[in-house]
């Protein structure tokens, strides 16, 4: 006999009761730019969420462009885009760059250069590149 798995389906109409956990207001920021998260109420004197929408279809969708950015996509090319997409800056320089993830300059160049042919990030003029 094989293991059995517990299968669970979410809908619209579930109900999910998330206790204890903290994110920072950099994941939550990043959460509510890309649609995922939605905030109803909260308390004024501690800021938190009492009443939130969490779009669980939306995140399987980032989830499911992260996977196959790992199988297609170069370390560096993962580091620089997750930079661009977890900051609040759409423009940085190769130095920038360098300095946040700690890659080589001449690594970071590359991966610069392959991400702006494909079509992930924009060159904005020499050494300047917009997400």
Same mark, same amino acid.
């Given at each position: 006999?094989?293991?059995?798995?517990?299968?669970?389906?979410?809908?619209?109409?579930?109900?999910?009761?998330?206790?204890?956990?903290? !994110?920072?207001?950099?994941?939550?920021?990043?959460?509510?730019? /890309?649609?995922? #998260?939605?905030?109803?109420?909260? $308390?004024?004197? =501690?800021?938190?969420?009492?009443?939130?929408?969490?779009?669980?279809?939306?995140?399987?969708?980032?989830?499911?462009?992260?996977?196959?950015?790992?199988?297609?996509?170069?370390?560096?090319? !993962?580091?620089?885009?997750?930079?661009?997409?977890?900051?609040? /800056?759409?423009? #940085?320089?190769?130095?920038?760059? $360098?300095?946040? =993830?700690?890659?080589?300059?001449?690594?970071?160049?590359?991966?610069?250069?392959?991400?702006?042919?494909?079509?992930?990030?924009?060159?904005?003029?020499?050494?300047?590149?917009?997400?």
């Amino acid at each position: 006999m094989g293991d059995t798995v517990d299968r669970y389906q979410i809908t619209e109409t579930t109900d999910i009761d998330i206790q204890e956990g903290n !994110i920072t207001a950099e994941e939550k920021n990043w959460l509510k730019r /890309n649609g995922v #998260l939605r905030i109803h109420a909260y $308390t004024t004197d =501690t800021g938190e969420v009492t009443d939130a929408e969490l779009d669980v279809e939306k995140l399987s969708e980032i989830a499911f462009e992260y996977d196959i950015l790992r199988k297609v996509a170069s370390p560096v090319e !993962i580091d620089i885009l997750s930079l661009f997409r977890d900051g609040s /800056n759409d423009t #940085l320089t190769t130095d920038e760059i $360098t300095e946040y =993830t700690g890659r080589p300059k001449s690594s970071v160049s590359r991966a610069l250069s392959r991400l702006s042919e494909k079509g992930k990030i924009t060159k904005v003029q020499a050494g300047v590149y917009r997400y």
